[in-house]
């Protein structure tokens, strides 16, 4: 009886392929290769968890030692208040500004305290039995050049402004907790006796410096006054102010002629203009308003136009030359003769208008330019003394200015104000209460560190080692699926653990064997595939014991299965079955030899042998013959599965020539063998081949790290089956 078949190793049409060996569940996205999930990585560094071990101890032990052995350091505190603005003892401007205005000025303090001057002063004041005291730690088995006391305080020294306040902590360390504290409130008393320093040496200069300016200005003012008085004298400007008045006034007057007289002449134009307009056009002029209103002219046309209309009656009745005819007809003429006679008087009266009009306007506008070129001349008469007047004026104000200033800074130099005041001062810590080591950090750091160096170390080697191991190695990178997995074999001759189905030397082996057969048996193309080709990337992968014991395993179930050994260059499969290579595939293509005279029948029950008859010296000429087609063809009638052994993929093409003449093909890997890009190169040349691949076999996985990379596979569990089967009679075939 057959054992169950296990499950697929593929899924349906429609489903992404799934494996359970490697780094976990193995899934293929629709739409591009496998990627990498959270627990592959786990089960990478579960497989170097020596590497991180032995890294973190060292680490761990490295920081515990300096931790345990550290001088113990102890740290003291001061904390100043810097002040807004100066204390407004009196209201005069400082010399210097020490006002506070944004986080910019707070830095600047900051800087202040952290200065080399600062440092310099505190050292200075270091002198004598406190000095040695001070340096003696830093003096212990020292190398090099010793440090001075100015670079122990830089080292040592912190300021940190308190944050959102005003509040700046002023911080030192040192193996002596009662110096630590005289040096925190050394550095706060230099800090605020400079900034008394810089306020008075600032405040001198600045005072000196504005006496001397004072004296200068001085001079100039007088200089501007006498310049002016005699420019006065000369020029005899005492009443420049009021004619200016007057010329001012008069031509804002000669202003308001022009623009009146201009409206006039505008208006007067206007009108000659419609006049000229409908003359040239042969128009009447009675059409423009201003001449219609004339009275004469209104009843003009009054009259006129009665006149026209008892032309009109008359006519109806009489014949033009009818006495009454005549006399209403010559009526119309002199009153025509009228209308236009006083219509060109209305226009001599418009065209009078308009020529007094221009002469008006010309006149004013020659009064307006001379009274402006009165005023020009005055004005340009009193630049100059305005120019003296105005100079002197600013001359004075800086002379008051300058001297109200020194009289302030001559009264703030003698004030002692300062923009800092001490808060709390620093003092001595307890004895228990030092800051280094912390002891809780270090080994946290070191427990941090020595995991981080070791996971770093452990990804490192795994980045290096690209041989194939895993299942994402192979369905992920190579391209193939992963169809089964043949577990380690234990030591035995090569003829045994080639035949180890048949001779039941190894039951895991043999399960192996039996979950492979049903993987294909389970997938549509290589349930129906007659001839299968059996290859490697390189030697010594077990291709040549995957095809013996695969083909002993489709044997025992009922199926004829001829093994051909197509390694014409090595050829092993006859010493797999301990049979002679005399003759074989090289006869079979070579000349008249029949198939039943080169096959070795029966070595097992429905199994028969083909060697490969020697070693050929073309190989390929040999594959690429006629006979060696005929051959395939041949067996294909004879029997139900052929398997076909040949040398490795990488090494020679020996394999890409027999591939067209099979079914599909089966591609061996051996477990932390093959490096992984020759790998991949071997499986995608049996991509591009288009000839099926059922899958990778992997060969000889190691038990005792199957647990890294097949969990799921070689769980503890599944040896009761093994047990429970050894337990019967040996002379049973798993395979029955």
């Not at 293509?589 to 199994?607: A, Q, S, W, Y």
Request: with cysteine; hydrophobic share 40%.
């Amino acid at each position: 009886m057959n054992p169950p078949a296990s499950p697929a190793p593929h899924g349906g049409p429609d489903q992404a392929p799934e494996s359970p060996y490697g780094y976990g569940a193995y899934q293929q996205p629709p739409d591009g290769p496998q990627q990498r999930g959270f627990q592959d990585y786990v089960l990478i560094l579960r497989e170097r968890i020596w590497y991180i071990l032995a890294v973190f101890l060292v680490i761990f032990s490295c920081v515990l030692v300096y931790t345990l052995t550290q001088t113990k350091i102890y740290q003291s505190r001061s904390l100043i208040q810097i002040l807004r603005r100066d204390p407004a003892v009196l209201k005069v401007q400082s010399v210097t500004d020490n006002d506070v205005r944004s986080l910019e000025d707070l830095n600047t303090i900051v800087q202040i305290l952290e200065s080399g001057t600062i440092i310099q002063k505190v050292s200075d004041r270091l002198t004598g039995e406190k000095l040695a005291q001070f340096m003696a730690p830093y003096l212990k088995g020292g190398s090099g050049d010793p440090l001075t006391p100015a670079e122990v305080l830089f080292k040592n020294r912190r300021v940190i402004p308190r944050r959102m306040s005003l509040i700046i902590e002023v911080q030192y360390r040192h193996p002596d907790r009662v110096l630590a504290s005289d040096i925190a409130n050394m550095f706060v008393d230099e800090f605020i006796a400079y900034n008394s320093r810089v306020r008075i040496d600032e405040s001198m200069k600045a005072v000196d410096e504005l006496r001397a300016r004072v004296n200068d200005q001085r001079k100039k003012v007088e200089e501007l006054a006498t310049r002016l008085q005699t420019y006065r004298e000369t020029h005899k400007m005492v009443s420049l102010d009021q004619r200016r008045d007057m010329v001012t006034e008069t031509l804002k007057a000669r202003n308001i002629i022009v623009t009146q007289t201009n409206a006039r002449f505008k208006d007067a134009e206007v009108r000659w203009k419609q006049i000229q307009e409908l003359r040239a056009a042969g128009r009447d002029l009675t059409e423009l308003s201003f001449i219609a209103i004339q009275p004469i002219i209104g009843e003009l046309k009054k009259q006129q136009a009665e006149q026209k209309v008892v032309v009109a009656q008359l006519s109806e009745r009489y014949r033009a030359k009818h006495p009454r005819m005549i006399d209403a007809t010559r009526m119309l003429s002199q009153i025509d003769a009228e209308l236009a006679k006083a219509t060109a008087e209305a226009a001599s009266i418009v065209e009078g208008d308009y020529q007094s009009a221009l002469r008006n306007a010309d006149e004013a506008r020659s009064g307006l330019v001379e009274q402006e070129t009165q005023s020009l001349g005055i004005d340009r008469a009193g630049v100059e003394y305005e120019s003296l007047d105005r100079e002197l004026k600013i001359e004075e104000q800086v002379l008051q200015h300058l001297m109200g200033r020194m009289r302030e800074t001559t009264m703030s130099s003698t004030l002692d104000t300062q923009n800092a005041r001490v808060i709390d001062r620093a003092f001595p810590s307890q004895p228990e209460q030092y800051v280094k080591p912390v002891i809780l950090l270090n080994l946290g750091l070191g427990l941090v560190g020595g995991l981080g160096l070791g996971l770093a170390v452990a990804i490192f080697v795994a980045f290096i080692d690209d041989r194939v191991k895993s299942s994402f190695d192979i369905e992920g990178q190579m391209g193939l699926h992963l169809l089964g997995i043949i577990p380690q074999v234990r030591k035995m001759p090569a003829p045994e653990k080639a035949q180890v189905v048949a001779n039941h030397a190894d039951r895991q082996v043999s399960e192996a064997f039996l979950t492979l057969h049903s993987s294909l048996r389970l997938k549509d193309d290589a349930r129906a595939a007659k001839c299968i080709l059996v290859t490697s990337t390189i030697p010594g992968e077990g291709k040549s014991f995957t095809t013996t014991n695969l083909a002993l395993t489709f044997a025992a179930h009922g199926e004829k299965v001829v093994v051909i050994d197509c390694d014409l260059r090595r050829p092993n499969i006859h010493k797999s079955f301990r049979i002679a290579n005399q003759r074989g595939v090289i006869d079979l293509c070579g000349g008249d030899t029949r198939v039943e005279d080169v096959v070795v029948k029966g070595p097992h029950p429905n199994l028969d042998i083909i060697p490969a008859g020697g070693r050929a010296k073309n190989p390929t000429h040999v594959l690429n013959s006629a006979g060696f087609e005929h051959m395939i063809a041949d067996l294909r009638t004879r029997y139900d599965r052929v398997f076909i052994d040949t040398p490795p993929i990488a090494a020679v093409s020996d394999a890409l020539i027999i591939l067209p003449l099979v079914d599909g093909s089966i591609f061996t890997v051996f477990f932390n063998k093959v490096r992984r890009r020759a790998a991949q190169y071997a499986a995608r040349r049996l991509i591009d081949s288009h000839v099926p691949n059922f899958g990778a076999v992997l060969n000889g996985l190691n038990m005792n790290v199957s647990g890294y990379y097949y969990g799921q596979y070689t769980d503890k569990s599944y040896k009761d089956y093994y047990v429970v089967m050894s337990k019967k009679d040996d002379t049973q075939s798993p395979l029955k």
